[in-house]
């Protein structure tokens, strides 16, 4: 390890973390910062440096070329970010205002980068290719900003960039059906409560993840049917202690008990009483009899 001031990749990143910035440009300084040389000979680059050709840049983070480039202009406002373009070899990038990195400690006698890197082959800018890409080319817009400014009055979500995100983030959840520009503003007031004056995209993306909807159709309850009326007739009612589904061994069972003559003068005594058809008859009879113990059910 060497000792000048370069800070770990961990500091690179969270101060990125906390810098606005395109998401293109915020991809492009973790990939940097993850490839910075603290010993000189990592990946051919010196100390303080990463280095990258713009094709290699394009392989592991799956950004277009136009992309890139406009990214890196960013990271060169807002970082110093500074490019040493080399021919056939990759190209030298450090952050030259996030440190001061002693090059000359591991580069030799004051010699500038250019003249140290062109010594001797050896010297020169090689190294393994790139691991493959974590990301995959999508429709997302890479010149979205990794951060949103709260704002007490929200205004059209359709006149930001974010109006996209969150189209595509309340796909297959609980707020698929609910407004873009509701979420929106939702999203503000929910910061604006808690004092925060810029908030992450990816606190966004989880807001949609997680909104329901406030008013949900719930299903009526079913109309009580209305309780079936008593039943008043007297034929039936004799009938109910003998089940229906017995009335065959019922007959059977009182002609042998009572007689066959026995059993005609009941069913037509329940006929002329109550002017009732045979079958009816019958049943109340068949009821009254286990009603009597006579026969049973």
């Known amino acids: ?5 370069i800070p770990h990749s961990g500091d690179f990143m969270r101060l990125f973390a906390r810098t606005p910035m395109t998401g293109a440009a915020l991809r492009i300084a973790n990939t940097l910062a993850g490839y910075i040389s603290y010993d000189g000979k ?3 680059a010196p100390c303080g440096f990463a280095a990258f050709t713009m094709k290699e840049l394009q392989t592991i983070t799956g950004i277009s070329d136009r ?17 040493e373009r080399r ?8 952050f030259s205002k996030v440190h001061g990195a002693d090059v000359n400690a591991v580069r030799g006698e004051g010699l500038s980068p250019a003249e140290n890197a062109d010594i ?15 990301y ?27 109006a996209a995100i969150i189209e595509d983030a309340k796909k297959g959840t609980e707020a698929a059906g609910m407004d873009t520009q509701f979420l929106w503003k939702g999203f503000h007031m929910l910061n604006v409560r808690h004092d925060r004056a810029i908030a992450p995209l990816s606190w966004l993306v989880a807001f949609v993840r997680k909104a329901k909807p406030t008013f949900q159709h719930k ?40 007689g066959p003559d ?8 329940i006929q002329s009483t109550y002017n009732a058809p045979r079958f009816a008859a019958q049943l109340a009879v068949h009821g009254q009899a286990v009603r009597e113990g006579t026969i049973d059910r």
């Open 262 to 269: 026995a059993y005609e003068q009941r069913v037509a005594a």
């Open 219 to 258: 299903p009526k309850a079913p109309v009580p049917a209305a309780p079936p009326t008593a039943c008043t007739d007297p034929v039936q009612l004799m009938a109910r202690p003998a089940p229906f589904a017995n009335r065959a061994f019922h007959e059977s069972d009182l002609r042998r008990a009572i």
């Open 67 to 83: 992309s890139i480039r406009s990214a890196l202009d960013e990271l060169a406002h807002l970082f110093g970010l500074t490019i």
């Open 42 to 44: 990592f990946r051919g």
């Open 136 to 162: 995959t080319r999508t429709k997302s817009n890479n010149d979205t900003p990794s951060s949103i400014q709260i704002l007490d009055w929200a205004g059209s979500v359709y006149q930001t960039p974010f």
């Open 120 to 134: 001797s082959y050896e010297k020169r800018v090689t190294g393994s290719p790139p691991p493959p890409s974590l």
């Open 87 to 94: 021919h056939h070899d990759r190209h030298l990038f450090t």
């Open 1 to 5: 390890m060497t000792t000048s001031t």
